[in-house]
């Protein structure tokens, strides 16, 4: 079956840290750009972070840059995301998806044609 898992959400408390895995069932990442989306409430979709197939090029969005690290483990088929400083504003549901496109503006990121989308994952960021 091919999917995404995400997994790795919670409870963090502001200043806190969380780390975000995305694994895939049924296919090989290393063919995709994978990146992170977030729905924050009251917003729209946004796209956080991206890395690129060879992990050699990462992309965040402007609110993130300096809190949060994407990486990817080949071997184990996953893409991270490590969340640092978080902020009761970085509060919502994750995404991993497949074949990323960032853009300068996160609302303005998007997946391709061929891409695919996890179920999504809470973080809540809260005292």
């Known amino acids: 079956q091919v999917q995404l898992v995400e997994s790795g959400g919670g409870l963090v408390q502001p200043g806190g840290s969380a780390r975000l895995s995305c694994a895939a069932t049924?296919?090989?990442?290393?063919?995709?750009?994978v990146g992170w989306f977030r729905r924050v409430p009251g917003k729209e979709r946004e796209g956080v972070a991206c890395?690129?197939?060879?992990?050699?090029?990462?992309t965040y969005e402007n609110s993130v840059k300096g809190r949060f690290t994407i990486s990817r483990d080949k071997a184990k088929n996953t893409v991270y995301l490590q969340m640092t400083s978080l902020r009761p504003e970085d509060t919502g549901v994750y995404y991993c998806?497949?074949?990323?496109?960032?853009?300068?503006?996160?609302?303005?990121?998007?997946?391709?044609?061929?891409?695919?989308w996890g179920q999504g994952i809470h973080v809540n960021v809260s005292s």
């Open positions: 049924g296919f090989s990442l290393d063919y995709y750009d």
């Open positions: 890395v690129s197939t060879d992990g050699g090029t990462t």
């Open positions: 998806a497949t074949d990323v496109v960032p853009s300068p503006k996160g609302v303005d990121w998007y997946v391709g044609a061929v891409g695919s």
